[in-house]
């Protein structure tokens, strides 16, 4: 059973960093394109990272370039998502999920089947 854990999250001042992990078990990390996604209360769920099964391929939201970074690590099945100079506006509930596939996926969470539960993330004075 395919299952993703998040980790990382906490309350920080703006300007600060965090680097959020997400763990999967049951299914070799290298054979998905992972996502990192963020939900604010009221607003729709909005792709932050994705990156493909190679690598290759790192799409950014607008909002977060050359702030935030996604790297995965096949062999400890692992991705992060390292956050720097945070925003207020970064403030939300944070997922990863995986894509069981070979293409190129847009970072859009309809493209996305397996989620984790969500790691909460504060950025505040």
């Known amino acids: 059973q395919l299952q993703l854990v998040e980790s990382g999250g906490g309350a920080v001042q703006p300007g600060g960093s965090l680097r959020l992990s997400c763990v999967l078990s049951?299914?070799?990390?290298?054979?998905?394109?992972i996502g990192w996604f963020r939900q604010v209360p009221g607003k729709e769920r909005e792709g932050v990272l994705c990156?493909?099964?190679?690598?290759?391929?790192?799409e950014y939201g607008d909002s977060v370039k050359g702030r935030f970074t996604i790297s995965r690590d096949n062999a400890q099945n692992t991705v992060y998502l390292q956050m720097n100079n945070l925003k207020p506006e970064d403030t939300g509930i944070y997922y990863c999920?995986?894509?069981?596939?070979?293409?190129?996926?847009?970072?859009?969470?309809?493209?996305?089947?397996?989620w984790g539960q969500g790691t909460r993330v504060s950025v505040s004075s």
């Open positions: 999920a995986v894509e069981h596939s070979t293409f190129v996926l847009d970072c859009v969470d309809s493209e996305y089947t397996f």
């Open positions: 990156i493909d099964r190679n690598g290759a391929n790192i």
């Open positions: 049951g299914f070799p990390l290298a054979q998905y394109a």
